[in-house]
């Protein structure tokens, strides 16, 4: 199989609208959370989220293209144009049928079917939609868009499997280019989904933290007191590119991609399998893809996004895995400062990854206290301050509801 690598990224967050703002502020335990501004939510249970800082979108995309895209296409599409110069990618010197898109996102144009749902009632039931409407709402579009932006002519289409999809899109771009379909992938996710609808939805679920009081220390993975998610939006691009490809063009190399796996938990709707049995099998067979064995892995981004059953599951398909007390391996909960991005974290998450590997700094979880005793002991959990260290195998592990697991393994070049 063809080897795959990481030549270009590009980031749109919470904490940090480019790539390295984002990273400096992760470095830095900084975290995202503070009241909701996009629309009033004294009524919602959760009146605070993970939002944009500081974000224009005329900044970066003309009237038109915003006119015509809902939000998660908008962030694609920003997130892809830093990835791309980052990349240094010369499309009119390639052949556009060796270039493809995989992109994720959970839930699409959520705000536009909101928006469009309440004007329909508003105006005594009259169906006059606008005529964007489903071109702002199918997840698909901010793939074909991109597409169409760089005249990518190759592999082009959308995942989606809840919170793991981001690491199902990195996955598939993974594979079509090892099977030698594609020479380069432009591959991520994005999600626009602080909205009162999804919101609504997800505080019904009981899914989110409720600590208004004090958003910024809301997320807090491990904690015996944590209570839930806390929502966040953006979007994060990798370009994946072909190992040979990347060496004749003379491209700039972050990592390879070394090797991932799905697995399904078969279990519950939206709760993840107690004793974490899909996502032991998923982390174990992600390593046999990569050709590791479990003494190689010196850092694990987990999945971790401070609920009470989904931290402890995770916890024990670690401890199951790597053993007991296993000294090479440091873990931390990115989550805890940019909130959950529901189908784009695995892409933000991929970003810290190989972050850590190309800085040798493992990036804190923030916010917690008191390890939950439920928690297996003798893991090594990097709180509140960022960690130097040598990494020369990140992986990164996303779990949807459905059941689905998607995990990742990213290596130092060789």
């Not at 009259?126 to 868009?145: D, E, S």
């Not at 594609?182 to 591959?187: E, H, L, P, Y």
Request: charged share 20%; net charge negative; aromatic share 8%.
């Amino acid at each position: 199989m063809k080897r795959v690598v990481i030549t270009g990224m590009g980031a749109l967050t919470p904490i940090g609208n480019d790539l390295n703002t984002f990273w400096e502020n992760l470095s830095h335990g900084v975290s995202g959370a503070a009241s909701i501004s996009y629309f009033n939510a004294s009524k919602f249970r959760t009146q605070f989220a993970c939002e944009l800082k500081d974000f224009d979108a005329t900044r970066y995309l003309n009237k038109n293209e915003i006119r015509r895209t809902d939000p998660f296409t908008q962030y694609a599409l920003i997130s892809t144009e830093e990835a791309v110069k980052d990349a240094g990618l010369e499309f009119e010197k390639m052949d556009p049928f060796d270039v493809g898109v995989i992109w994720g996102s959970g839930q699409g144009g959520m705000g536009i079917f909101e928006d469009q749902v309440k004007e329909y009632v508003q105006n005594d039931f009259n169906p006059r939609f606008n005529p964007f409407f489903i071109p702002k709402l199918i997840i698909n579009m901010a793939p074909g868009l991109i597409s169409m932006r760089y005249g990518c002519m190759g592999i082009n289409y959308a995942t989606v499997t809840a919170c793991a999809t981001a690491n199902t899109a990195i996955m598939d771009a993974l594979n079509y280019i090892r099977w030698g379909k594609a020479k380069v992938i432009i591959t991520g996710g994005s999600e626009a989904p602080i909205t009162q609808a999804s919101m609504g939805g997800f505080s019904a679920l009981k899914a989110m933290s409720s600590r208004n009081d004090s958003p910024a220390t809301a997320s807090r993975p491990y904690d015996v007191n944590r209570d839930g998610f806390v929502m966040g939006e953006g979007a994060a691009t990798l370009i994946l590119e072909e190992y040979e490809h990347a060496k004749a063009r003379g491209a700039k190399i972050y990592a390879e991609v070394a090797g991932a796996a799905m697995t399904a938990d078969a279990y519950h709707m939206t709760a993840t399998h107690p004793e974490g049995l899909g996502a032991y099998e998923g982390m174990k067979r992600a390593l046999d893809d990569a050709g590791l064995n479990l003494t190689e892995v010196d850092y694990l981004n987990t999945h971790s996004t401070s609920t009470p059953v989904g931290d402890i599951s995770e916890a024990k398909a670690v401890t199951k895995l790597f053993g007991n007390a296993p000294q090479h391996l440091h873990i931390s909960a990115t989550k805890s400062m940019t909130g959950h991005l529901l189908g784009a974290a695995g892409a933000i998450e991929a970003i810290a990854c190989v972050k850590a590997i190309t800085h040798g700094v493992i990036t804190p979880t923030i916010n917690t206290e008191t390890i939950d005793p439920e928690i297996p002991k003798g893991l090594q959990i990097v709180l509140k301050d960022a960690l130097e260290k040598p990494v020369k195998v990140a992986m990164s592990n996303t779990f949807g509801f459905g059941g689905h697991n998607g995990i990742v393994v990213f290596k130092q070049i060789e």
